[in-house]
């Protein structure tokens, strides 16, 4: 008895027809093609989310790594050979040799100057840029994103005045449909937009700090070379001075006879 109950009421549900699915279903080809756009743009957010910040935690760490040995070798291609290959501090100091080696063919210094400085500069702006690719796509995403949902909106809120049009009246099984569509489709750009654009200023943050890092080792490498190698960091720790030695204790006086 209590089964066949269960059955009737479970016949006599309700089945809901306003759901993620139905409303794509109503929405047709617009509907579809906006949520794969969205879709698409999320993925490829996350995706350079994740590459830019290992990317970013990989130079970082080379920056500690440098800031604790580089300076302590006795010249920059003694220090170069103990960098990675393919590094951005390595790809500073291989620069500067080069541009020192080049320099030797100008007659003038103050050239020879501009020359190696110019060089660091262009190595600086490589890495940077290198550094930016991909953040242009966050930022597209974060700025038209929301709008790509807002076409969907737009389409569904038509599509509910047609339904109330042809039905003569603004009943709940006409709209319902439509206006649920709708909101869905704003809600899926803003989601899509909101982490992009949060994602695009970490990122941001991070490569202004590591800019920093890169132009302050190139100005000491810069002036490394124009010194012959004695000008260094001054966050390189020189050997600890000698302690001065105790004062003799004055002998003790000997007693009197």
Do not use: C
């Not at 080809?29 to 879709?39: E, K, Q, R, S």
């Not at 698409?40 to 290992?54: D, V």
């Not at 010249?75 to 170069?80: D, F, H, I, M």
């Amino acid at each position: 008895m209590l089964i066949e109950i269960l059955a009737a009421a479970a016949e006599a549900a309700p089945q809901n027809k306003f759901g993620f699915k139905e409303a794509l279903e109503q929405g047709g080809v617009v509907a579809y093609a906006t949520v794969i756009i969205l879709g698409i743009m999320s993925f490829g957010s996350f995706y350079i989310l994740f590459t830019k910040f290992f990317e970013q935690a990989k130079i970082l760490k080379q920056g500690r790594e440098v800031r604790a040995g580089f300076w302590r070798a006795p010249s920059l291609k003694e220090g170069a050979a103990k960098l990675q290959k393919n590094s951005a501090y390595r790809q500073i100091v291989d620069d500067a040799l080069a541009a020192e080696e080049q320099h030797t063919k100008m007659t003038d210094s103050l050239e020879a100057h501009d020359w190696m400085h110019g060089s660091l500069a262009r190595s600086e702006s490589a890495i940077n840029a290198k550094l930016a690719g991909g953040l242009p796509f966050l930022a597209t995403v974060g700025a038209t994103a929301p709008f790509i949902g807002l076409f969907g909106t737009v389409v569904g809120i038509y599509r509910a005045l047609i339904n109330i049009g042809l039905a003569g009246s603004a009943s709940i099984d006409k709209v319902a449909g439509p206006v649920g569509e709708a909101l869905i489709m704003t809600a899926l750009g803003l989601l899509v937009a909101v982490p992009a654009v949060l994602a695009y200023n970490w990122l941001q943050s991070r490569n202004k700090r590591i800019a920093g890092e890169i132009e302050g080792f190139a100005t000491s490498v810069l002036a490394n070379l124009s010194s012959n190698g004695v000008v260094k960091p001054q966050y390189v720790s020189a050997a600890p001075a000698a302690k001065p030695a105790a004062a003799a204790k004055p002998a003790a006086a000997a007693p009197k006879a």
